[in-house]
């Protein structure tokens, strides 16, 4: 069995060799032709044998699950509920199975409250250290990040060029269906959908993201919480206290009291003093 595979491997270089050359003939002279699409003829999918690519002046057409550079996937531009919104929720799981660690997110804060919001303020992939394994677009749980076709990317700073941020890397989601979708299809009918899992969790509940019960929740809440500051930071001064008016009626049996009273002590006072003569006389 020693040399087997060899002989076999052997056999496959000579078969294409053999059908570049028997290609070349079944063609002929078409390829000379102005006035055909010479390029897609011979470089088709019924091409047979090794074919040389000019390139730049031609190029091959990417597969669909050819990986590159990531890319982040937003909202298309003319949405008519969420306008370039993002579908990254700054979860941090890509940073997080990143083989070469190349992946480094910021996770936006709401101003007023300072609490979190799901999503990226900064999003920075370095695709010279990018290995191009397809790790983070495999595991993001809301589709937000996927690997680009666009692998003529050099330059000569490095600094400036190759480390992407969040406006390099935002592409919208009709992109996405172009590049590659069969892909695009898969993944819409697994989730449910074309729409994002929050854009399809606010259709069920009846809204959208204009007019959501829970974005008009979050902004009283703002309000509520910025008024408070404002109540908090303004100085303090005591309002008077005015007694309410009594009415009439509680007026006449105040003063009926007070004369009842008057008139008792002065039995007592009467009293005592009848007492202290009598006991002089005695």
């Not at 809440?221 to 500051?229: D, N």
């Not at 009415?247 to 005592?272: G, M």
Request: negative net charge; glycine residues 4%.
């Amino acid at each position: 069995m020693n040399g087997v595979g060899f002989a076999k491997g052997m056999w496959v270089t000579l078969r294409h060799f053999l059908e570049t050359y028997v290609d070349d003939v079944r063609y002929g002279f078409r390829k000379y032709a102005p006035d055909l699409n010479n390029f897609e003829v011979r470089q088709g999918v019924e091409a047979q044998g090794a074919f040389t690519v000019q390139y730049p002046d031609e190029k091959l057409a990417m597969p669909e699950r050819f990986r590159f550079v990531p890319f982040l996937v937003v909202e298309n531009y003319d949405h008519e509920d969420r306008p370039g919104k993002d579908w990254c929720t700054s979860c941090g799981i890509c940073s997080k199975v990143c083989p070469p660690q190349c992946i480094w997110i910021v996770r936006s804060n709401d101003p007023e409250t300072g609490r979190p919001v799901p999503e990226p303020e900064a999003f920075f992939i370095d695709i010279d250290i990018c290995m191009n394994c397809g790790f983070c677009a495999e595991f993001c749980p809301f589709d937000a990040i996927k690997m680009d076709h666009d692998y003529e990317l050099a330059s000569y700073d490095r600094t400036t060029n190759h480390i992407f941020d969040k406006d390099k890397l935002s592409k919208e989601f009709r992109y996405w269906n172009t590049i590659a979708p069969t892909r695009a299809v898969e993944e819409a009918e697994a989730r449910g959908g074309w729409e994002h899992k929050d854009a399809q969790k606010e259709a069920r509940r009846g809204g959208s993201s204009r007019d959501n019960k829970a974005t008009e929740a979050r902004e009283e809440k703002r309000e509520a919480v910025r008024a408070r500051k404002e109540a908090a930071a303004a100085p303090e001064t005591p309002a008077p206290v005015a007694e309410a008016p009594k009415p009439a009626a509680a007026a006449q049996d105040d003063e009926e009291e007070k004369r009842k009273r008057r008139e008792a002590a002065l039995r007592r006072k009467a009293a005592r003093a009848a007492k202290r003569d009598e006991e002089s006389d005695s």
